[in-house]
């Protein structure tokens, strides 16, 4: 079987690795162009690029691989199969019609909840306790193609979403094994999604990380989590922006007004009020600092008690 694969992100690298492992016959990795990175705006490969050149895969990177050069590339590769895990393109009918077997996409999600492109963010954004990875047949809409195979996990409180995409990575890539020797054995059963149970999601944006502290602080946890590394949680403060890498969610209210500081001192740390219960910052950014422990911040920028977060004294 000559597969295609098509990823971007560290998400799809065990998925490659999985099919290379397994001895499938990879024709070429189709992934994003190279993208500006940092502050210098050093040009730098996707992962999954890197992953292929490692082990001699053609590389095919398409702005828009809809376009007739893209297609007339894919065609000429002549696939039994495309694999996608987080590509990041939609594929439009024309590209899904060039491999005679169709394409099995990598979703992180239950679906046919969490559709669209950051699952792993928003089921953690919302709170959720359990989550998985599906493997589905890709038609023209989004996400809403039959399912084949389900993998469920639980998700650990303290798990942020970093940690959540790395695990299901590995989860998807055997699960994606599971259901290519299902295909291959002639017993892969194709299960339409339940539009009435579904769920689509949107892109993530750099806003969704404002903190609001009206919020539960079990909200502003999950925030803080489900949007690490990018785009970051932070909060507007008197001093500037700050920037919030870690927290955890106390229950106990403290009776003062939210966003206020409830505690502080490098012994004890940094606790602030919510609209329910406390939030503690375990680690954070200051406007024109770096990233620290908030206990060691305090040792240098002590911050008042009933202070608003971020006053300075």
């Not at 990177?61 to 990041?88: N, W, Y």
């Amino acid at each position: 079987m000559r597969i295609v694969f098509m990823g971007t992100p560290e998400f799809a690298v065990p998925s490659l690795e999985a099919l290379l492992g397994a001895g499938y016959e990879v024709a070429a990795a189709v992934t994003q162009p190279d993208r500006p990175v940092g502050r210098k705006g050093t040009l730098t490969p996707p992962p999954v690029k890197v992953c292929a050149q490692a082990h001699g895969v053609p590389v095919l990177q398409f702005e828009r691989i809809r376009r007739p050069e893209g297609r007339q590339a894919l065609s000429a590769l002549a696939p039994d199969l495309f694999v996608t895990a987080a590509f990041g393109q939609i594929l439009s009918q024309k590209v899904l019609d060039i491999p005679r077997l169709g394409t099995i996409n990598v979703h992180a999600s239950l679906l046919p909840a969490y559709r669209g492109s950051a699952p792993i963010n928003w089921c953690l954004l919302r709170g959720e306790a359990r989550t998985g990875v599906t493997t589905m047949m890709t038609d023209a809409g989004i996400d809403t193609g039959d399912m084949l195979l389900r993998e469920e996990t639980d998700i650990l409180p303290e798990e942020t979403a970093e940690e959540l995409s790395a695990r299901l990575s590995k989860i998807g890539a055997e699960t994606l094994l599971r259901t290519l020797r299902a295909l291959e054995a002639g017993t892969l059963v194709r299960t339409p999604q339940d539009e009435s149970a579904a769920s689509y999601y949107p892109m993530l944006d750099k806003e969704l990380g404002r903190m609001d502290f009206s919020r539960p602080a079990r909200e502003l946890h999950n925030q803080v989590r489900g949007l690490y590394p990018w785009p970051g949680a932070f909060a507007e403060t008197p001093s500037g922006v700050l920037k919030i890498w870690s927290a955890r969610a106390h229950e106990e209210d403290s009776g003062l007004a939210p966003g206020t500081v409830a505690r502080a001192d490098a012994k004890g740390g940094l606790f602030v009020a919510c609209g329910k219960g406390t939030l503690e910052i375990l680690e954070l950014q200051a406007p024109g600092s770096k990233r620290m422990n908030a206990r060691d911040y305090l040792r240098g920028k002590p911050m008042r008690q009933g202070a608003p977060l971020g006053e300075r004294e």
